[in-house]
Nanobody, 116 residues
Framework: VQLQASGGGLVQAGGSLRLSCVPS????????MGWYRQAPGKERELVADITSGGRINYADSVKGRFTISRDNAKNTGYLQMNSLKPEDTAIYYCNVVAGLAFANYWGQGTQVTVSS
């Protein structure tokens, strides 16, 4: 299963983007859907995730600006990013953990660049 992340781009500081994550085929029994990011020279970090029960977790750096959501009917995840800052510049990856075996799926990433 491949996860297709899209919606990235170049935006000015203060702007907004909405990322989408669509799997190549339906993934059943999703435990957690999340977004991670990796800036040049830095390690990949968790941005936000949402569990099957609807519990949401955000990195402190994005609280109040980013909103994670999922559409179970469409098997799609979203990350609404508002009030973007230059430090949000990174490649954003979607991640899904599913099933009793907690299989881990990753997307190819989408570039987000925020200019000052």
């Amino acid at each position: 299963v491949q996860l297709q992340a899209s919606g990235g781009g170049l935006v000015q500081a203060g702007g907004s983007l909405r990322l989408s994550c669509v799997p190549s085929r339906n993934i059943f029994n999703i435990n957690v859907m999340g977004w991670y990011r990796q800036a040049p020279g830095k390690e990949r970090e968790l941005v936000a995730d949402i569990t099957s029960g609807g519990r949401i977790n955000y990195a402190d750096s994005v609280k109040g600006r980013f909103t994670i959501s999922r559409d179970n009917a469409k098997n799609t995840g979203y990350l609404q990013m508002n009030s973007l800052k230059p430090e949000d510049t990174a490649i954003y990856y979607c991640n899904v953990v599913a099933g009793l075996a907690f299989a881990n799926y990753w997307g190819q990433g989408t570039q987000v660049t925020v200019s000052s």
